[in-house]
């Protein structure tokens, strides 16, 4: 079955970086993309972007230009979100979720990966 | 804020039906489809609508949704226990380029 899992729980300063894994199976990777959506603490869901696992190409989120970084690597099946100059708003769960287009619906989505930015 | 507009809360009691809605503008709902997730308690979403209308294999035919010009609505018939869950729509903004998402709707059954 299609299935993303993604890496563990982190703890990060403010100003540092972090890079979550999201390691997708049960399907062809590179027929596919791959999008981020953050979810702070008791709050809605936002986009921050999608990556083509055909050819690396990305959209990111207008607010998070700059500061987000994707990347897939195709020989392991895993997509990367690295997030810099970490601050407390950052503070969120995490999910990466299977897209065939970044017009596409998100289906299935990962488990969450809870990062938290202290001061 | 969010750019979709929803509801933060919807009740039934079992059995009953509940509508949650959803508004947006012309550059997303009002040209776009508009999408349908539902987050059970400590879990991620999950993809419930797609295309407005239509519905993965899988999600009950209690589920179902419409879209009217710049707004869309979700319905859920036959109330169940197991629906008690976050729902949220979403669309993709030609303006921004991007995904925006509703604000999200917690629905309590009574």
């Known amino acids: 079955q299609v299935q993303l899992v993604q890496s563990g729980a982190e703890v990060k300063k403010a100003g540092a970086s972090v890079k979550v894994s999201c390691k997708a199976s049960g399907y062809t990777f590179t027929s596919y993309g791959i999008s981020w959506v953050r979810q702070a603490p008791g709050q809605g869901l936002e986009w921050m972007g999608w990556?083509?696992?055909?050819?690396?190409?990305?959209i990111y989120a207008q607010k998070l230009q700059g500061r987000v970084t994707m990347t897939t690597d195709t020989s392991t099946t895993t997509a990367y979100m690295e997030v810099r100059s970490l601050r407390s708003d950052d503070t969120a769960v995490y999910y990466c979720?299977?897209?065939?287009?970044?017009?596409?619906?998100?289906?299935?989505w990962g488990q969450g990966t809870l990062v938290t930015v202290s001061s | 804020q969010s750019v979709l507009t929803q509801p933060p809360s919807a009740s039934g009691t079992p059995g009953q039906r509940v509508t949650i809605s959803c508004s947006g503008s012309?550059?997303?709902?009002?040209?776009?489809?508009v999408y349908w997730y539902q987050q059970l308690p400590g879990t991620a979403p999950k993809l419930l609508i797609y295309r407005n209308n239509q519905r993965p294999s899988g999600v009950p035919d209690r589920f179902s949704g419409s879209k009217s010009g710049t707004s869309a609505s979700l319905a859920i018939s036959g109330l169940r226990s197991e629906d008690e869950a976050d729902y949220y729509c979403?669309?993709?903004?030609?303006?921004?380029?991007?995904?925006?998402f509703g604000g999200g709707t917690k629905v309590t059954v009574l």
């Open positions: 979720a299977r897209g065939t287009t970044v017009h596409h619906w998100f289906d299935p």
């Open positions: 979403a669309a993709w903004d030609d303006i921004l380029s991007g995904w925006v």
């Open positions: 990556i083509s696992a055909y050819n690396g190409n990305t």
């Open positions: 012309s550059s997303n709902i009002g040209n776009n489809y």
